[in-house]
């Protein structure tokens, strides 16, 4: 059974940074491609950034230069560290894995950006 959990929510200032984790159990982590979306107040969720199996990474151009993906295969561990956060970045942050089928989704963690 596919178990996505993320943690790291929080409220924060304009500027500040946060980090969020995604920890992965019942599957072979490693093999997956994973990332995280996001679904803002009132819209649509949207891709912010993901990493192969291999490591190649993509990020959306709203957050380039600000956040940053990275995994933990020996710790089936996903993370998302995000700097100089704005007030558009305020969203249900959801961690996603996906390996050459439907993606397995987290219950998703909020995080709001306000001063």
């Known amino acids: 059974q596919v178990q996505l959990v993320e943690s790291g929510e929080g409220l924060v200032q304009p500027g500040e940074s946060l980090k969020l984790s995604c920890a992965a159990s019942?599957?072979?982590?490693?093999?997956?491609?994973v990332g995280w979306y996001r679904q803002p107040p009132g819209k649509q969720r949207e891709l912010v950034a993901q990493?192969?199996?291999?490591?190649?990474?993509t990020m959306t151009d709203s957050v380039k230069g600000r956040f940053a993906i990275s995994r933990d295969n020996a710790k089936n561990m996903l993370y998302l560290q995000m700097n100089n956060l704005k007030s558009e970045d305020t969203a249900v942050y959801y961690c996603?894995?996906?390996?050459?089928?439907?993606?397995?989704w987290g219950q998703g963690t909020q995080v709001t950006v306000s001063s």
């Open positions: 019942g599957i072979s982590f490693e093999h997956y491609a």
């Open positions: 990493i192969t199996r291999d490591g190649a990474t």
């Open positions: 996603f894995a996906s390996f050459l089928g439907p993606r397995n």
